[in-house]
């Protein structure tokens, strides 16, 4: 595919999106549709595309029009991009910029407001101000990047220095990252890791360094029973099975089972024993668990640059129903932490009344419980945006 027939084909995958289409449907169905798209013409459209959703709404007003057009020809005017060059309106090619979309590109209207700037829903405006303060600016203009590429090494496996080795043998370069211990950052050539020997071998995992230092903190120790009571696909689970050394009772749990589905595969690929649980498994559970790990469902505002549609798809009433079932999710895991266990809340938000506002409540509905250490993270620590506060159960003795 020619650069500009990529740019046609992006501008029709973000009006799908914009008509409702979840982006990565739109683009399992457009490569499914679209047999003479290699390998790199799949990776330059979906960077296209999901370029353009981090920044949807400050191109659509430098475009002048919620469109996939408007919006893809803003985003090639600030790269530079010679627009006549590509939109010839031959072959696959966009058609010619008309007149007021080369008057519209050529000077913006005044400056726009911050929502608009920094690409969030209006609504989020005083939220994200309360959660972020001094790093509001710094943390959505991040936002609006994509998000660097992490590796966790698994250490039941392999060590740092062995996998940055291996990852090296097929192309990968990756440094140490400070924020959470065996975190790589790649630095060249992301692609080639889901084929690298480190990667299918089991000695990395993909995982935001953010993430990885949730996991770390959480208190994993050999010899525990551990539940990870939200695992979703199970990144967490394996850090935490790493961290336990292969040694005690892992167990993972989520009220969709259908995310947990590659889990058995990744836990035998890392060389990690994880039990899943099943509803009666988890109704016949009792306070047995030395640590419970809830990464509750939230807004997931953190991770906007790496599921940017979130932002544009989230409302002020979907907002609104996250406190209570997060608080609902913590008194469930509660009663599975044993006298003296801990418990772990954390979110990928940035909003106050996920995190510090949850642990709050929790605190208050559970008076025995001693709060321990909590903490925000975020593109200005280095990776997304987290929350966690860890609590230890009372111990009668």
């Not at 469930?332 to 909003?351: D, I, M, N, Q």
Request: hydrophobic letters at 45%; charged letters at 25%.
């Amino acid at each position: 595919m020619t650069p500009a027939a990529r740019l046609s084909a992006a501008i029709d995958l973000i009006d799908a999106v914009l008509a409702g289409e979840p982006a990565e449907r739109a683009l399992t169905r457009w490569a499914r549709a679209s047999r003479f798209a290699g390998s790199k013409d799949r990776a330059a459209v979906r960077d296209l595309v999901f370029d353009a959703l981090r920044r949807r709404r400050s191109l659509a007003w430098a475009g002048g029009a919620e469109t996939g057009r408007a919006i893809l020809l803003a985003q090639q005017a600030a790269e530079g991009t010679d627009l006549d060059a590509l939109c010839t309106g031959e072959g696959f090619d966009p058609a010619p910029l008309a007149p007021e979309e080369r008057a519209r590109l050529a000077a913006p209207p005044l400056p726009p407001s911050d929502p608009v700037r920094l690409d969030y829903p209006d609504f989020l405006d005083a939220p994200l101000r309360a959660g972020l303060r001094a790093d509001f600016e710094p943390v959505l203009a991040a936002m609006q990047a994509r998000a660097p590429v992490d590796l966790r090494v698994n250490t039941l496996k392999t060590t740092p220095n062995a996998a940055t080795v291996v990852l090296a043998r097929d192309g990968v370069q990756v440094a140490p990252h400070p924020l959470a211990p065996n975190a790589l950052r790649v630095l060249a050539n992301p692609r080639a890791v889901a084929a690298s020997r480190a990667y299918t071998q089991g000695m990395v995992e993909l995982q935001d360094v953010s993430s990885q230092r949730v996991a770390a903190d959480a208190g994993a120790r050999p010899g525990m029973t551990v539940l990870d009571f939200c695992a979703g696909g199970g990144g967490k689970t394996l850090a935490l099975a790493a961290a336990m050394e292969g040694r005690g009772r892992l167990l993972a749990w989520d009220a969709n089972p259908r995310r947990m589905a590659d889990l058995p595969e990744r836990a035998r690929r890392a060389g990690a024993q994880v039990s899943i649980l099943a509803p009666p498994d988890l109704a016949a559970l009792g306070p047995v668990c030395d640590l419970v790990l809830v990464d509750a469902p939230c807004s997931g505002t953190g991770a906007w640059r790496r599921k940017p549609e979130g932002k544009w798809r989230l409302t002020a009433d979907g907002l609104a129903a996250f406190p209570p079932l997060q608080d609902a999710i913590l008194d469930e895991a509660a009663a599975k932490v044993r006298p003296g266990g801990l418990l772990v809340y954390a979110t990928c938000s940035l909003l106050a009344a996920e995190n510090e506002d949850r642990a709050a409540a929790f605190a208050a509905r559970h008076p025995g419980w001693r709060a321990g250490e909590a903490r925000r993270l975020s593109p200005v620590d280095g990776g997304d945006g987290f929350f966690f506060a860890r609590y230890r159960a009372p111990n009668p003795s």
